[in-house]
């Protein structure tokens, strides 16, 4: 993921609890060179209805760690945000942007 400016340390970042993560399906976001975080952080927002500050935790994790956790539920929910997600276009800021993001179903 490109930054548009300085990365923020992951360890300063708390992640918010999750509410309503039982069920046994995982939407994985995976990182890439072709978003900004204010693309991840718009999208989790928009998709997920995480706040701010969450969707900011989720955004420097999938760029550290290569991959977030950003949905834990039912198979036919996480199928929901996973679609979302994988239509949820290009970055607009970015020319190298030629899709969304990759998102992925984990058990």
């Known amino acids: 993921m490109a930054a548009t400016s300085a990365t923020p340390v992951l360890d ?7 509410r309503n993560s039982d069920g046994p399906w995982k939407v ?15 999208m989790l927002i928009e998709i997920c ?7 900011l ?3 420097v994790e999938v760029d550290t ?15 929901f945000v996973q679609e ?9 800021r970015m020319t190298s942007s030629k899709g969304a993001m990759t998102a992925t179903l984990e058990r």
């Open 12 to 18: 300063e970042i708390q992640e918010p609890k999750l």
């Open 28 to 42: 994985v976001l995976w990182d890439d060179d072709h978003h900004t975080y204010e693309y991840v952080i718009e």
């Open 49 to 55: 209805q995480m706040t701010f500050e969450k969707a």
């Open 57 to 59: 935790y989720h955004a």
């Open 65 to 79: 760690e290569k991959k977030t956790i950003v949905f834990t539920g039912e198979l036919e929910h996480a199928e």
């Open 84 to 92: 979302r997600i994988s239509n949820y276009g290009p970055d607009p």
